[in-house]
């Protein structure tokens, strides 16, 4: 940018200590900063929240560690979300996400192992989706299974997953009031997808009676990340019980 002076072209320079500033973090989400090859090297599930922030307005970045095997299977199911999903491949073989790849999804979209044969050794996918948490309230997911014979609906699971900070957030839909480390609402959601998707009268379809393959959730690792975070607030809380009685 310039002005004239006099004649001749002066230039002027912006000020860089303003535009370049970053304000003091303040609050109770402070400035994080990971590899996402390190957390995922330790991940215990899916869609694993990589930071530890998640409500209102935050942009949640989950990672998802997919590879292949000769016993692993992933199957099939549908996810719907009301806030935007961006997915970030961070590395990938034999795979049909290529490496360094971005895809914003589809609200509704279908969901699997995105391996070109799951049952190959070396072929993984290591990828992030993040999500934007609504500010507003009416934040909503499903999961959706469908028989792998007629396409027809087995179950849909649909959760009102409103993140804390909005006007119809609950603190006990997904854990307990108490939590100092509250649940991610997409791994509740899930583990309560598979429960139900699993149970005999939805794995038998009511189309065409056709019985579906039952859901293995350990290659998802739903279940574990939910008890895994049950357990960690019921250990935080016999401490501080104990702390108590000890220092009276």
Known sequence: MSIVEDGAAVAVLPDIARTRHVPAPRG?????????????????????????????????????????????????????????????????????????????????????????????????????????????AGQREALTAKCEKCRQDLVKFEYASAPEGTPDYDPNAFGDETDVFPQFSTQWGSQEFVKARNSDEVRTCKNCGHENYWFDQNVWGWDRLYNQTKVSNAAYHALATSAKEVLG
């Open 28 to 136: 109770p989400r402070e400035p994080l900063k990971v590899s996402v090859y390190e957390r995922m090297s330790k991940s215990n599930a899916q869609l694993m929240p990589i930071f530890p922030y998640d409500g209102a307005g935050v942009m949640v970045p989950c990672g998802a560690m997919l590879y292949g095997g000769e016993d692993r299977f992933h199957g099939h199911f549908f996810h719907w979300n009301t806030v935007s999903e961006l997915l970030v491949a961070w590395g990938s073989n034999e795979a049909m996400i290529p490496t360094g790849s971005l895809m914003a999804t589809q609200p509704f979209h279908g969901v699997n192992s995105f391996l070109r044969d799951e049952k190959k050794d070396g072929a993984f996918a290591l990828v992030t989706i993040t999500q934007r948490q609504s500010a507003e």
